[in-house]
């Protein structure tokens, strides 16, 4: 056999024999579009819309809705969580503060269409719901009457527009800065905004900063013990656990079916209070955790 021929020859068994030894050993080999290895540190990731956009803290409720086929289509992310209250004794266990906190800490994600950030400070059990309308739909995720734990929590949810297209952002503003859930806290006006533009770099570079700015903030990742599944309304992207200290980090991106949007979940807080929460508000189909 002719020397070069052996040479390729037993490189190619080498190959073989790695790839095989890497597969075994319980590792995925990466698809072809695989993100792995593409540095996104230096790619410019900004909202770019006509006219010029930024939401609110809409904490008091949001919803976006896409131009598809002639028709408008509603995205409706919606969820609550409400604290012990007795009216008749005029007592409630929590308070709702409007608080932009990734931006506070640096960690927003990039090109945001809409969304809100809060802090809920509580010190009892609270009541939770999640019943989102996707493309127009609802009913495939009806989560109701979710029992979570007592504590602090930092929560902010979010949608990314992943292509260009024709979209209104309806926002309710609040007319103060939280709410005890007895008097204080409502809605001062209902701004509806439309619009045409679209994030300028791919989700995959969106998420790769945020990891990347939730790292330089002295968080480190953690394994999830189960992420989040596919459903008929969402898949998810990417799911991720940091932890820094006594604090537990909570990020999740999912493509909204049916729309050019991807869904962005933030939750922290305690280790039992993110687990809770993250079960609860997760797009997915799965509950999950973390373990370190």
């Not at 086929?69 to 008749?88: I, Y």
């Not at 602090?152 to 309806?170: G, L, M, R, S």
Request: net charge negative; glycine share 8%; aromatic share 10%.
């Amino acid at each position: 056999m002719d020397r070069n021929v052996k040479v390729a020859a037993l490189i190619l068994s080498i190959v073989v024999v790695l790839t095989l030894g890497y597969y075994i050993s319980g590792n995925q080999l990466p698809s072809q579009d695989s993100s792995d290895g593409v540095d996104y540190s230096t790619v410019t990731c900004t909202l770019e819309t006509e006219p010029q956009f930024t939401h609110a803290n809409a904490w008091t409720g949001w919803s976006v809705r896409e131009l598809v086929d002639n028709r408008m289509v509603e995205f409706t992310d919606f969820l609550e969580f409400v604290p012990k209250v007795s009216l008749s004794e005029g007592k409630s266990s929590g308070f709702l503060h409007a608080e932009d906190w990734p931006a506070e800490m640096g960690i927003a994600p990039k090109c945001t269409l809409a969304g809100s950030a809060v802090f809920f400070e509580n010190n009892d059990t609270a009541r939770g719901m999640y019943y989102p309308v996707v493309a127009g739909n609802r009913g495939a995720i009806k989560r109701q009457d979710l029992e979570l734990p007592a504590g602090d929590v930092y929560f902010a949810h979010y949608v990314i527009p992943v292509k260009n297209a024709t979209w209104e952002v309806t926002e309710n503003l609040a007319n103060s800065n939280g709410t005890d859930f007895l008097m204080s806290g409502g809605i001062s006006e209902r701004r509806r905004t439309g619009l045409t533009g679209t994030c300028t770099c791919p989700v995959e570079a969106v998420i790769a900063q945020l990891d990347d700015a939730i790292k330089a903030k002295g968080f480190g990742e953690v394994a999830l013990e189960r992420k989040p599944a596919e459903n008929e309304y969402f898949r998810p992207l990417s799911a991720k656990l940091y932890r820094r200290g006594d604090d537990c980090l909570y990020v999740e991106f999912s493509e909204v079916k049916g729309m050019e949007l991807v869904r962005v979940l933030m939750i922290m807080g305690d280790e039992e209070v993110v687990k809770a929460y993250a079960e609860a508000f997760t797009a997915g189909g799965e509950n999950c955790s973390g373990e370190s």
